[in-house]
């Protein structure tokens, strides 16, 4: 049987080994029973720029385009409200939400100098031992040591280069360039998308960050600026061949960014020695995750025990109570991930140049 690493999973058992033994699905996979949802505007924005960058409508113009996207975010809520409490929606968080995406329709035209190659797309990869080159590593059932992962944007800049594009919401202050550069989730996607296609390089990353708390007060919702969304025309062959000359761009600053109140859009080069650390830690990590003697201490600090979902069984196994009545009556074992059928982005939709994306679930395709 395969041993799957998603971020998520890897993320909890560098914070925490007692909060990712009695989280991860690989290991005992519980969630609270009491944790009704509330909506996710990261979720619903991701969704319309899913559309937005949707490769086959790249060259279509902006006033087809965007009610597609604004028409996406809005059934993202729909959706997300069907299973959501309603006193945890925040007032007009939906409503900065949409307002910052009509916003980012204006600026975005402004500094898309690339073409987008896919959006949503899945990388799954077996991950390589670190200790015998050409060998991937193999899980304690005999299966493959796979980490899985879903990218937000591929594209393809004026150049040539490709690049992982990681969209984010954040309130607040701007990421701190230092955090940036040491990120490993966008890493991730170079890595795994380069262990998926030999030959193909990434030239490093961009992060695309919407600050939700700079939504504009003044700009109702309504058409943006109708304009040529991006001088790179639509690619038109899913990769370039694969080739010994890599594409990263030589010279040049490493770190670029530019930005409005609003948003802002960091380009970070990254390098061969990068990758390959990563991969090596992802190894690593999975020999430790996979060890049937690993030790599960926790690991309490404010700040991981702030937002960890565990505090109650964890309280009682550092009293050396049985923490199993807890579990029993406050988390239940997490059901398999649902099949999204038809997912933008998703393997089985085929690239479809020129087509539109498709709709999700009936009752769309009944209105
Ligand atoms: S409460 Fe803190 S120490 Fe306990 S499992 Fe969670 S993160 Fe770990």
Redesign the pocket.
Known sequence: MDYVIPPQDRALFK?????WD?GARTRRNYEPTDDPRGIDVDRAVHDALAVYYFPGMWDWQPTIVLPLAREAFDRSIREQRKDSAPEREEDGLVEGARRLLESYFAWAPTVDRFAPIRVETDVDVQVPDPHAAGRDLVAPEGGAVRYRDRVDLLVIDEGGAYWAVDHRIVTGDWTDADQLLLDEGCLAWCWAWELSYPGMRIAGTIYNELRLDAAPTDHPPGPAPITARSPVSQHRRMYEPPTEAPHRPPGGPRLRQEATEAFRRTQIVRNDAELEEFGTRVALEALDMTDAELPLY????PD??A?????P???A??ERTDPDAILATSYRVRPPEPIEEGRLGGSTWSMGRGAAPPRFNRDDRDR
């Open positions: 914070r925490c080994r007692r909060a009695l926790p690991n309490p600090s991981n025990c937002r960890c979902e565990y505090r069984p964890c309280i196994m550092n």
